[in-house]
């Protein structure tokens, strides 16, 4: 092999050596960061680059996807001296390369550094019944001031979650004792509530079923007075008639009139409930045969138009005597 030959053998794998260095392929989710002697100059992007063989190096392979890191667990003093143990997850993504490589040693623990820092001062300013309750307001806080101080690392932080928050054992004792307490104190509340509407719903009941009373016993008194304001007007009514008709000598209306009063005060002495045994007088067994006394009376009273129509309440078919003695017939006048 003469020397010309050596040489375009070097010459071949020097091109070929030099083509390597200076095509960079770039994945998709990454950027690269160039150094010409050690110094940043430019950035990657995804896809085939080209840089200066032998004088361009890459520097740092930057992810620029979502990432996530584990915050470790710590105890934090909350502002009432309580002491719990918090953890949580931290999702950030990059979005300058040059600055997260050459702003920051390490990216991760930097970061980890700065949200376990601010998890203490944040939860420290809040009491234990704060930091259980409120745990989206925890995240927001520690979200908001967290992603301030890693901007300058050209990193935004998406989203800080606690994930667990543990007081100790005996604080989780007391607060199980104090959470049974409250729930048997509501449990008698609602009871004495309860009873109370009930008596409530009883009285307006009652209230109701009184009311409901008195407007029906109203009701009835006015129809009872309705009804003998009528009877009194029938009565009236017959009583007029009984006068108009003996007036026109029509003594048999008068004793019927009569008769029918009495019957129906005997009807009344009957039907009494402490009434059993009934002792009428002797006069009263004649009471019917009165009734032509009765007529002589009137006939007395009216004149011989009356008389003749207490003769015609004898006829048969008018009430009959059974015996009695009647009144004494005034003598006839002239």
Same mark, same amino acid.
Request: charge should be neutral; glycine fraction near 8%; charged fraction near 25%.
């Given at each position: 092999?003469? +020397?010309?030959?050596?040489?375009?053998?070097?010459?071949?794998?020097?091109?070929?050596?030099?083509?390597?260095?200076?095509?960079?392929? *770039?994945?998709? +989710?990454? /950027?690269?960061?160039?150094?010409?002697?050690?110094?940043?100059?430019?950035?990657?992007?995804?896809?085939?680059?080209?840089?200066?063989?032998?004088? /361009?190096?890459?520097?740092?392979?930057?992810?620029?996807?979502?990432?996530?890191? /584990?915050?470790?667990?710590?105890? *934090?003093?909350?502002?009432?001296?309580?002491?719990?143990?918090?953890?949580?997850?931290?999702?950030?993504?990059?979005?300058?390369?040059?600055?997260?490589?050459?702003?920051?040693?390490?990216?991760?623990?930097?970061?980890?550094?700065?949200?376990?820092?601010?998890?203490?001062?944040?939860?420290?300013?809040?009491?234990?019944?704060?930091?259980?309750?409120?745990?989206?307001?925890?995240?927001?806080?520690? $979200?908001?001031?967290?992603?301030?101080?890693?901007?300058?690392?050209?990193?935004? *932080?998406?989203?800080?979650?606690?994930?667990?928050?543990?007081?100790?054992?005996?604080?989780?004792?007391?607060?199980?004792?104090?959470?049974?307490?409250?729930?048997?104190?509501?449990?008698?509340?609602?009871?004495?509530?309860?009873?109370?509407?009930?008596?409530?719903?009883?009285?307006?009941?009652?209230?109701?079923?009184?009311?409901?009373?008195?407007?029906?016993?109203? !009701?009835?008194?006015?129809? /009872?007075?309705?009804?003998?304001?009528?009877?009194?007007?029938? !009565?009236?009514?017959?009583?007029?008639?009984?006068?108009?008709?003996?007036?026109?000598?029509?003594?048999?209306?008068?004793?019927?009139?009569?008769?029918?009063?009495?019957?129906?005060?005997?009807?009344?002495?009957?039907?009494?409930?402490?009434?059993?045994?009934?002792?009428?007088?002797? !006069?009263?067994?004649?009471?019917?045969?009165? $009734?032509?006394?009765?007529?002589?009376? #009137?006939?007395?009273?009216?004149?011989?138009?009356?008389?003749?129509?207490?003769?015609? #309440?004898?006829?048969? @078919?008018?009430?009959?005597?059974? @015996?009695?003695?009647?009144?004494?017939?005034?003598?006839?006048?002239?």
């Amino acid at each position: 092999m003469s +020397g010309f030959d050596i040489f375009a053998i070097v010459l071949v794998l020097l091109v070929i050596v030099t083509l390597v260095a200076g095509v960079k392929t *770039v994945p998709q +989710g990454y /950027d690269w960061t160039i150094e010409r002697f050690g110094k940043y100059t430019q950035t990657l992007r995804p896809g085939l680059n080209l840089i200066v063989p032998y004088f /361009d190096r890459v520097g740092r392979k930057i992810n620029m996807m979502e990432q996530v890191i /584990d915050i470790p667990e710590q105890e *934090v003093i909350t502002k009432d001296n309580a002491t719990v143990t918090v953890d949580g997850v931290a999702f950030y993504q990059v979005f300058d390369a040059a600055k997260a490589s050459y702003e920051v040693a390490n990216l991760n623990q930097a970061i980890t550094v700065l949200t376990m820092t601010n998890i203490r001062s944040v939860m420290g300013s809040m009491d234990l019944d704060q930091v259980l309750s409120h745990r989206d307001e925890i995240n927001e806080r520690l $979200l908001r001031v967290v992603d301030a101080a890693v901007s300058p690392w050209g990193v935004k *932080v998406n989203r800080i979650e606690i994930k667990d928050i543990v007081p100790p054992a005996d604080l989780v004792e007391a607060m199980g004792r104090q959470m049974k307490a409250e729930r048997v104190k509501r449990a008698d509340i609602l009871a004495a509530e309860g009873q109370r509407q009930s008596e409530i719903l009883r009285a307006e009941g009652a209230k109701q079923g009184q009311i409901l009373q008195a407007e029906g016993r109203k !009701e009835a008194a006015f129809r /009872d007075a309705e009804a003998r304001e009528r009877s009194a007007e029938a !009565e009236a009514k017959a009583t007029q008639m009984v006068s108009e008709a003996i007036s026109k000598g029509d003594v048999a209306a008068l004793n019927y009139f009569i008769a029918d009063k009495y019957i129906k005060a005997f009807g009344q002495f009957a039907e009494a409930p402490n009434q059993k045994i009934i002792m009428l007088p002797m !006069e009263a067994t004649s009471m019917l045969g009165s $009734l032509a006394g009765i007529g002589e009376i #009137a006939k007395a009273t009216f004149g011989e138009s009356a008389a003749s129509a207490a003769a015609a #309440a004898r006829r048969p @078919g008018s009430v009959p005597p059974t @015996g009695g003695t009647p009144p004494a017939v005034p003598p006839r006048q002239g």
